[in-house]
């Protein structure tokens, strides 16, 4: 049996657990819940004719008070950075998270994901600077935590980036 495990970053309250547990448990709250340090969740997918277990690392929000530890990187096959659309500062947090993975971990395959895609049109975020992204590589995929627009194409997308590597 094939193991990847994949940390969710970005910064307090932009959905990583609403999406992990959309994925895994096909349900979302409207409550808010702080994460306090690491939330693991198992899951089994098919890649191709290959059975992968991925291990969630659901990673508390980042913010000027605290820095994800790097200890909690350590082992991760992939990472997906997730950014509140709402919120435009959650955008430079995670390519903050991404530039500190990168130093710690090297090339690790990853994904950028703007969530809330169903108050789009609260959305802060610049569409030109996501397109600038998009030109350099990122792949970067809208979803919805809420109604699971594109959350489970997220996990299959990375899946198969970890195991192209």
């Not at 702080?34 to 098919?46: F, Y």
Request: hydrophobic content about 40%; some cysteine; proline content about 1%.
């Amino acid at each position: 049996m094939i193991k990847k495990k994949i940390c969710m970053l970005g910064a307090f309250a932009v959905g990583k657990t609403s999406l992990v547990q959309r994925y895994v448990h096909s349900i979302f709250s409207d409550k808010y819940h702080t994460t306090i340090g690491v939330n693991i969740e198992k899951t089994r997918v098919c890649a191709g004719d290959t059975d992968v277990d991925l291990i969630i690392w659901d990673l508390y929000g980042e913010d000027e008070f605290q820095k994800v530890r790097l200890s909690y990187l350590k082992g991760a096959s992939g990472c997906i950075y997730v950014v509140d659309g709402t919120r435009k500062a959650t955008l430079a947090t995670a390519l903050n998270l991404k530039e500190t993975v990168h130093n710690a971990l090297g090339e690790t395959p990853f994904i950028l994901v703007i969530n809330k895609s169903d108050l789009k049109n609260q959305w802060e975020i610049d569409m030109s600077t996501l397109e600038d992204l998009r030109q350099k590589g990122t792949i970067i995929i809208e979803t919805s935590a809420k109604t699971g627009e594109e959350v489970k194409e997220v996990f299959q997308l990375l899946t198969k980036k970890m195991m192209d590597k």
